[in-house]
């Protein structure tokens, strides 16, 4: 038995409690107190009725280099990031918006360079953009572009030019960002025991 299932059933006896308080007991202060526990009962049944989901952080998407071959691939790993771990679209829209609290990212790569774009990602405070949608003068975006390549959102090279990658693939401009260009993950070593180093000084010791 689930415990949804059991509290529903804890539910169902404090309704029918209140029910019988009603009926059968004639003191005004039982009576308050049965009305509450039918009306507690019938609330927690109706939340208890609601499907219940877990609520999950999204999942990381892990680059792995082998399986990028081409500039689109890349593309198609940023998009993943950029709606994903990179956080952009809680601010950032792809098309007009007027509760977008920063620039539309919609030909941005037909816009800029991939060295400014990089700039604006690591390097947020390098230039602000104002904000001209408004009558008067122009303003500062409300929000401030946080460091993308730093806590908490913490985006490594690879998962940066994959990014932009992304923005130039949609705005439909050619990708200059190469598969080339990743860093290549090192191999950790594997630590040696006290005993095997032991053995290696010994050996070279002789």
């Not at 029918?16 to 308080?21: D, Y």
């Not at 081409?70 to 950029?82: E, R």
């Not at 594997?190 to 000084?201: E, I, L, Q, S, W």
Request: glycine share 6%.
């Amino acid at each position: 038995m689930s415990e949804v299932v059991k509290l529903q059933l804890i539910g169902l006896c404090v309704v029918g409690l209140g029910v019988v308080i009603l009926l059968f007991i004639k003191s005004q202060f039982l009576r308050v107190i049965g009305f509450v526990a039918i009306v507690l009962g019938l609330f927690s049944l109706v939340a208890l009725a609601v499907p219940q989901m877990a609520s999950l952080p999204p999942a990381e998407e892990s680059i792995n280099i082998a399986d990028i071959k081409t500039p689109t691939d890349m593309a198609s790993i940023g998009q993943k990031i950029f709606f994903s771990k990179g956080q952009c679209a809680l601010c950032h829209s792809i098309g007009p918006s007027e509760s977008a609290r920063c620039p539309d990212l919609k030909g941005i790569g037909a816009k800029l360079s991939r060295e400014f774009i990089f700039e604006s990602l690591t390097e947020p405070q390098a230039y602000l953009y104002l904000d001209y949608r408004h009558e008067g003068v122009p303003k500062e975006y409300p929000a401030r572009m946080p460091y993308i390549n730093k806590n908490p959102i913490g985006l490594s090279k690879n998962e940066i030019l994959s990014v932009i990658a992304f923005l130039q693939q949609m705005s439909g401009e050619p990708i200059s960002v190469s598969p080339s260009e990743l860093d290549i993950p090192r191999p950790t070593s594997a630590p040696v025991k006290a005993a095997d180093a032991g053995t290696v000084t010994l050996a070279q010791a002789r």
